[in-house]
């Protein structure tokens, strides 16, 4: 697959395949994991810009906090007041470690949807080319949109959407190819993201069904779109950065690890994954050290980490034990022990 260098403003990427801003996910763990796996740019977990507006050092400190150097990175925030949005980013400009800010106009998460904003901007877009309006504005960082092609079928109208996004000065919009009410259900729509891709004149990413190099390619292929993003298809698969990169059309789309990945790289993938869950966890409790600690830096990192182990095991032959075992595991050393019994068994099943 073929990719050019994207610039936008003073962000450039040099491979622009991305990883989606998914909430719960990607931390910066898992952020700096996908960023060596070869991941051209990250985005940060959700974050409100009601929150940062009213109480910033929490808000801060939760989602944008960045204990390690992560670049190119993209603060990623959500609301429906213009002037809020745009106090939140100034307060993200000013912190001075993010490289861009991106405006999220297209979640479907009934808590978001319920405040007005995310995917509900998509049935008001006069609001939504306002906040774009509003926060391009404010600050002098390049501003992107992640959206999606519409909200349903009755009020789908993704040229308008891309007409709004570019004429209220976004100089980048990421589009989720389904609708807002079918979430991740379905297949994407990448004919009508080439649409939008046809449309305009900033740059275009392409997000929405892409869990292997080869989709990567089919996206590009049928789009046109300048870089692609991936969401779901980067939990418990880091490496699909670097097959990506190398251009690699054999990884199948329901293994992990991938051929190309030994066990004992993902064993130790997992490992590293896991120690730096203990050390954000033990950066976050010293940053905020007046609330009460619930759990340890340890305890915490390890009820986090259950909801990536099913996404790394997936594939994996008798993993169940595993999984049983998980919802009472909160020492490292013990979830460890488990997945080596589960190394063991698939080394002998691979072998045989």
């Not at 700096?32 to 940060?44: D, F, K, M, P, S």
């Not at 959500?78 to 490289?99: K, L, N, S, V, Y």
């Not at 906040?131 to 079928?153: D, M």
């Not at 049928?222 to 298809?233: K, N």
């Amino acid at each position: 697959m073929h990719l050019l260098p994207l610039k936008f403003g003073s962000v450039e990427i040099d491979f622009p395949v991305l990883l989606a801003p998914m909430a719960g996910y990607t931390d910066a763990a898992m952020r700096t994991l996908c960023l060596e796996q070869g991941a051209g740019a990250v985005y940060t977990e959700l974050a409100s810009s009601e929150g940062l507006s009213r109480d910033g050092g929490k808000t801060f400190s939760e989602v944008l906090d960045l204990p390690w150097n992560e670049h190119p990175i993209a603060a990623h925030i959500f609301g429906a007041d213009p002037h809020r949005m745009a106090e939140a980013a100034r307060m993200i400009e000013q912190d001075g470690r993010f490289d861009w800010i991106d405006l999220n106009c297209g979640c479907p998460v009934k808590k978001v949807v319920s405040r007005g904003a995310g995917a509900a901007l998509l049935k008001d877009l006069p609001l939504m080319g306002r906040i774009i309006e509003t926060v391009r504005s404010a600050v002098s960082l390049p501003v992107s949109v992640k959206t999606r092609i519409g909200f349903n079928r009755d009020t789908a109208d993704h040229l308008e959407i891309a007409h709004v996004v570019e004429q209220s000065g976004a100089d980048l919009i990421a589009v989720h190819a389904r609708l807002a009410k079918d979430f991740h259900g379905g297949d994407p729509d990448w004919e009508t993201l080439g649409e939008m891709k046809r449309a305009l004149s900033i740059p275009v990413i392409g997000n929405g069904g892409v869990v292997s190099a080869a989709d990567a390619q089919r996206m590009v292929q049928v789009s046109g779109v300048d870089g692609v993003m991936i969401g779901r298809g980067a939990i418990g698969n880091p490496w699909i950065f670097e097959e990506i990169r190398q251009g690699r059309q054999d990884a199948g789309d329901t293994v992990v690890p991938p051929a190309s990945c030994r066990l004992s790289k993902w064993r130790d993938l997992m490992a590293e994954h896991l120690r730096r869950l203990v050390e954000l966890n033990e950066f976050k409790q010293k940053a905020s050290p007046v609330r009460v600690k619930r759990y340890t830096p340890e305890e915490a990192a390890c009820i986090q980490f259950r909801t990536h182990i099913p996404y790394y095991v997936k594939g994996m032959f008798d993993k169940k034990q595993l999984l049983m075992k998980l919802s009472s595991l909160i020492s490292v050393d013990l979830i460890m022990a488990e997945v080596d019994i589960l190394v063991e068994k698939n080394e002998v099943y691979r072998a045989d």
